[in-house]
């Protein structure tokens, strides 16, 4: 018998069937809305510029770095646009097979490879890396044409910095190189606006004006908005932002000038600063041996960076900035004003000269054999008595000493705009308990004060310490900040800025105490030391020759050269000023290991003044005198220095 079945029943039950499942498809269609409301209008913005990043890419757009001139416009520091085959580490899988194949295809020397390395060590791996510079237009076409068989290997234009004049001023204009991990931590501590200008960015100032004035130099960063492929390669330009040059920066120094003192030093080592008093712009900063900056720019390979730093000649050390040199004579000038601004001596005071001064039981030695008699303060000056300052300092006392110096700028930071300067040493009874540990080292002995007087002993200035005070003091006692640049220049608009000058001080001294010691100084080189060396000058000068001590030698014992190592030699040193009536500078000397301040020093002094005040130009046979310190007055007929190109001869 056949069931008769519910027809109710069922359409019940399919209608909840349906009501559910309609349900269903509802919350789907809800939860599928819901999701097209949170992407759609939620997150539109973001999702946006996620997709425009996506499609799109920002590149920055590196600055042209600003040239550095001297004073007379001349190019110190520039740019060129080169080919730089570059590797990216992270991205090769055989990084020295790489190396090798693409030396089949572009001139890869050894030094290309240690170069590399060395970079590879500074830097992290997903960086690119020059492996060869400067490639020829036919270098870039071999590699193009393989470059699928190179992944992590491209070509780059790239704007490279070259010095022009190589290894000269180079410790004035410094370098840049690339920005190593140190830097680049540095870097992420600055302000954002300044962290995004540095973005694209591999080199930047490591000394010098480069590093001074890094970010007059370095420009402000563009952007290029570009449109890329699925593959991340740029399709079209969106958008640009054209980055801004950096600033030129014009320079105080004469080149011409730098190149003729570098020269004249020859293979000696040492070092010259020049000043004008009137206004303290440096017109040479000579630091002898010098180094080519041109190596450190993509990078230095590691033979050359080794011939440097371990070279006993040190040509890394800024010898006018970092050097520091016992004064020797150079320092009575100044021994002789303190004597007058303190009231301890007048200038007619005489003091009797047997050749030797006795301090307890112990004979301090003067020139020679011989005494030089009854001296006064001029006499003292031009025939270089120790004597005289012996007895000087005995009466002064350290502390006196030390608080007349000071403010002259001795043991003191000039703040010249060069990163790197020392300090010196000015000694007085405090430095010495700084200084030294045990009790009995900290005690001051009466007898390390008459050393004092003549430049000796504890005293350890630079060469612009020594040129900053003659700047000084031929200055009529006014001190004036020494400073290496002029002005900036904006590279578009031409329009040239000039640096402040620091603040002039006064330091007070009596101009009757001033005019004593420098007519005793003109008389050094018309009567005293130097005569032979300024004989036949075309102008008065002013100078102090001095002899310092790079050895100790005994009190006993005689000095003699021929019997002492070339690096155990006696400094030469000379302080000048020129002309007399109104000087236009002043300037520091020393030859290192050179002997007697007349024979070395002094020559290079008066060939500086022949230059500046008289348009005169050593000819060759002169300069190969002045380079082996055989040197008088100038041999044979000068050359007109305005005429002769700056990189002779």
Same mark, same amino acid.
């Given at each position: 018998?056949?069931?008769?079945?519910?027809?109710?029943?069922?359409?019940?039950?399919?209608?909840?069937?349906?009501?559910?499942?309609?349900?269903?498809?509802?919350?789907?269609?809800?939860?599928?809305?819901?999701?097209?409301?949170?992407?759609?209008? %939620?997150?539109?913005?973001?999702?946006?510029?996620?997709?425009?990043?996506?499609?799109?890419?920002?590149?920055?757009?590196?600055?042209?770095?600003?040239?550095?001139?001297?004073? #007379?416009?001349?190019?110190?520091?520039?740019?060129?646009?080169?080919?730089?085959?570059?590797?990216? !580490?992270?991205?090769?899988?055989?990084?020295?097979?790489?190396?090798?194949?693409?030396?089949?295809?572009?001139?890869?020397?050894?030094?290309?490879?240690?170069?590399?390395?060395?970079?590879? @060590?500074?830097?992290?791996?997903?960086?690119?890396?020059?492996?060869? /510079?400067?490639?020829?237009?036919?270098?870039?076409?071999?590699?193009?044409?393989?470059?699928?068989?190179?992944?992590?290997?491209?070509?780059?234009?790239?704007?490279?910095?070259?010095?022009?004049?190589?290894?000269?001023?180079?410790?004035?204009?410094? &370098?840049?190189?690339?920005?190593?991990?140190?830097?680049?931590?540095?870097?992420?501590?600055?302000?954002?606006?300044?962290?995004?200008?540095?973005?694209?960015?591999?080199?930047?100032?490591?000394?010098?004006?480069?590093?001074?004035?890094?970010?007059?130099?370095?420009?402000?960063?563009?952007?290029?908005?570009?449109?890329?492929?699925?593959?991340?390669?740029?399709?079209?330009?969106?958008?640009?932002?054209?980055?801004?040059?950096?600033?030129?920066?014009?320079?105080?120094?004469?080149?011409?000038?730098?190149?003729?003192?570098?020269?004249?030093?020859?293979?000696?080592?040492?070092?010259?600063?020049?000043?004008?008093?009137?206004?303290?712009?440096?017109?040479?900063?000579?630091?002898?041996?010098?180094?080519?900056?041109?190596?450190?720019?993509?990078?230095?390979?590691?033979?050359?960076?080794?011939?440097?730093?371990?070279?006993?000649?040190?040509?890394?050390?800024?010898?006018?900035?970092?050097?520091? &040199?016992?004064?020797?004579?150079?320092?009575?000038?100044?021994?002789?004003?303190?004597?007058?601004?303190?009231?301890?001596?007048?200038?007619?005071?005489?003091?009797?000269?047997?050749? =030797?001064?006795?301090?307890?039981?112990?004979?301090?030695?003067?020139?020679?054999?011989?005494?030089?008699?009854?001296?006064?303060?001029?006499?003292?000056?031009?025939?270089?008595?120790?004597?005289? &300052?012996?007895?000087?300092?005995?009466?002064?006392?350290?502390?006196?000493?030390?608080?007349?110096?000071? !403010?002259?700028?001795?043991?003191?930071?000039?703040?010249?705009? %060069?990163?790197?300067? +020392?300090?010196?040493?000015?000694?007085?009874?405090?430095?010495?308990?700084? /200084?030294?540990?045990?009790?009995?080292?900290?005690?001051?002995?009466?007898?390390?004060?008459?050393?004092?007087?003549?430049?000796?002993? =504890?005293?350890?200035? /630079?060469? %612009?310490?020594?040129? *900053?005070?003659?700047?000084?003091?031929?200055?009529?006692?006014?001190?004036?900040?020494?400073?290496?640049?002029?002005?900036?220049?904006?590279? %578009?608009?031409? @329009?040239?800025?000039?640096?402040?000058?620091?603040? @002039?001080?006064?330091?007070?001294?009596?101009?009757?105490?001033?005019? /004593?010691?420098?007519?005793?100084? *003109?008389?050094?080189?018309?009567?005293?030391?130097?005569?032979?060396?300024?004989?036949?000058?075309?102008?008065?000068?002013?100078?102090?020759?001095?002899?310092?001590?790079?050895?100790?030698?005994?009190?006993?014992?005689?000095?003699?050269?021929?019997?002492?190592?070339? #690096?155990?030699?006696? *400094?030469?040193?000379?302080?000048?000023?020129?002309?007399?009536?109104?000087?236009?500078?002043?300037?520091? +000397?020393?030859? @290192?290991?050179?002997?007697?301040?007349?024979?070395?020093?002094?020559?290079?002094?008066?060939?500086?003044?022949? =230059?500046?005040?008289?348009?005169?130009?050593?000819?060759?046979?002169?300069?190969?005198?002045?380079?082996?310190?055989?040197?008088?007055?100038?041999?044979?007929?000068?050359?007109?220095?305005?005429?002769? !190109?700056?990189?002779?001869?």
């Amino acid at each position: 018998m056949t069931e008769l079945r519910n027809v109710e029943a069922d359409l019940a039950q399919f209608r909840t069937r349906v009501v559910v499942a309609g349900l269903a498809v509802l919350f789907a269609f809800g939860l599928l809305a819901a999701r097209m409301v949170y992407l759609q209008v %939620l997150r539109h913005d973001e999702l946006d510029a996620q997709a425009e990043s996506n499609r799109t890419a920002v590149l920055p757009v590196v600055p042209n770095r600003g040239q550095i001139l001297d004073r #007379h416009g001349r190019v110190l520091a520039t740019n060129f646009s080169a080919y730089t085959l570059e590797i990216t !580490p992270s991205k090769v899988e055989d990084l020295d097979g790489t190396i090798e194949a693409l030396g089949e295809l572009v001139d890869i020397q050894p030094r290309d490879k240690r170069r590399f390395r060395k970079l590879l @060590e500074e830097s992290r791996r997903f960086d690119s890396l020059p492996i060869r /510079t400067r490639l020829t237009d036919d270098e870039v076409a071999r590699f193009t044409a393989q470059r699928y068989r190179f992944p992590g290997v491209d070509v780059r234009a790239r704007l490279i910095r070259h010095y022009p004049h190589g290894e000269v001023a180079s410790h004035v204009i410094g &370098y840049i190189g690339r920005i190593n991990q140190r830097e680049k931590e540095s870097i992420e501590e600055w302000p954002e606006e300044d962290q995004a200008n540095y973005r694209g960015t591999d080199h930047i100032g490591k000394l010098g004006t480069e590093q001074q004035y890094e970010r007059e130099l370095h420009g402000v960063t563009g952007f290029d908005r570009v449109e890329t492929s699925a593959g991340g390669r740029a399709v079209r330009s969106l958008a640009n932002t054209p980055a801004t040059p950096g600033n030129t920066v014009v320079l105080s120094i004469d080149i011409k000038l730098q190149k003729l003192v570098e020269d004249m030093f020859g293979e000696r080592r040492g070092a010259l600063v020049a000043i004008d008093p009137r206004n303290g712009e440096v017109l040479a900063f000579v630091s002898k041996p010098t180094f080519d900056p041109n190596l450190f720019v993509e990078g230095i390979d590691s033979e050359s960076w080794k011939a440097l730093n371990e070279s006993l000649d040190k040509p890394l050390l800024n010898r006018a900035l970092r050097g520091t &040199y016992p004064p020797g004579s150079t320092y009575k000038p100044f021994m002789a004003l303190g004597a007058l601004e303190t009231g301890t001596r007048s200038a007619s005071s005489v003091i009797n000269d047997p050749g =030797y001064w006795m301090f307890g039981n112990h004979r301090f030695r003067s020139h020679g054999d011989g005494g030089l008699g009854a001296v006064d303060m001029h006499r003292s000056i031009v025939k270089s008595s120790n004597v005289y &300052y012996y007895s000087l300092a005995n009466e002064m006392g350290v502390e006196a000493m030390h608080d007349f110096m000071a !403010p002259l700028g001795f043991g003191q930071i000039t703040g010249i705009d %060069l990163k790197g300067e +020392v300090r010196g040493v000015l000694p007085n009874q405090e430095w010495k308990r700084k /200084t030294y540990k045990r009790p009995e080292q900290q005690k001051w002995y009466p007898g390390e004060t008459i050393s004092l007087g003549i430049g000796q002993g =504890y005293n350890n200035f /630079t060469m %612009l310490q020594l040129a *900053h005070a003659m700047a000084t003091l031929a200055g009529g006692g006014i001190k004036r900040t020494p400073h290496l640049t002029l002005a900036t220049e904006n590279v %578009l608009t031409r @329009e040239r800025t000039p640096l402040p000058t620091p603040a @002039e001080v006064n330091l007070g001294f009596k101009r009757q105490n001033i005019d /004593t010691v420098l007519r005793a100084m *003109h008389g050094v080189t018309v009567e005293g030391t130097s005569t032979r060396v300024f004989a036949g000058a075309g102008y008065l000068s002013g100078g102090k020759t001095g002899t310092a001590q790079a050895v100790t030698i005994g009190q006993k014992d005689r000095y003699d050269a021929r019997k002492l190592e070339e #690096h155990q030699r006696d *400094h030469s040193l000379y302080l000048a000023f020129a002309p007399l009536e109104n000087p236009t500078v002043a300037l520091a +000397v020393v030859v @290192e290991n050179a002997g007697f301040g007349a024979a070395a020093a002094a020559p290079i002094a008066r060939r500086v003044f022949d =230059y500046l005040l008289m348009d005169q130009y050593p000819n060759p046979q002169d300069l190969a005198a002045v380079q082996k310190g055989e040197a008088g007055p100038p041999i044979g007929t000068p050359l007109k220095a305005s005429e002769v !190109p700056w990189d002779s001869p």
